[in-house]
């Protein structure tokens, strides 16, 4: 048993994730920093995830089409993943009735989701007004209104990763992160891997 304890000189050490998990993260984060090349005000994209190197041995021609570091980071990591955006997605009223539509084949091993909300802090939204177009202005006029950008992933085998990016705060270091941030989206997410 150790002795040492924690403190701000001695912080704990980060907790070490499985390998599959960290490249679920590294897709995750890869990903919303594709998305945030496109800027603010996007719509929802929907992403593919596949083992690199077994899509590679099932379609050598991929190569072609994947940077040498991915192809090397594939060589050296069974776990490693590549993302491929969905084009011509179903055309739905709302992200509940998007992912309700969608399936996904064996060869898929995960899927990833960014999307972009407003949020409020609890006691503002707490103030918000029932009728549909009074909230909606509510929120939009909203001093402490924040514009977020959400990523989540979310694999087969069970690990997730999301990622939060604020407006505000349009930094890729200021970028948070963690396995289960935005729950009820994961969940949704899982269900299209069913």
């Known amino acids: 048993m150790s002795t040492e304890s924690t403190s701000p000189e001695n912080p704990p050490e980060p907790p070490v ?94 899927a990833a989701i960014t999307v972009e909300r407003v949020i409020l802090p609890p006691a503002a939204e707490e103030a918000m007004p029932t009728d549909q177009d009074a909230a909606l202005d509510y929120l939009m006029s909203h001093p402490d209104r924040q514009d977020v950008r959400i990523a989540v992933g979310a694999l087969r085998s069970g690990e997730s990763w999301s990622a939060i990016r604020t407006r505000a705060h349009d930094d890729d270091s200021s970028v948070a992160m963690g396995a289960d941030l935005v729950p009820g989206l994961l969940e949704a997410l899982r269900a299209t891997l069913s």
């Open 17 to 110: 994730l499985p390998r599959t998990q960290l490249s679920l993260a590294d897709a995750v984060r890869e990903i919303e920093r594709h998305v945030s090349t496109a800027g603010w005000d996007a719509p929802v994209r929907v992403f593919a995830l596949v083992g690199t190197a077994r899509a590679l041995a099932a379609s050598p021609e991929l190569a072609d089409q994947l940077t040498a570091d991915v192809q090397a980071a594939a060589e050296g990591d069974a776990t490693h993943l590549t993302s491929i955006e969905q084009e011509g997605l179903p055309v739905a009223d709302d992200l509940e009735e998007l992912l309700g539509g969608i399936t996904w084949p064996d060869s898929v091993d995960g």
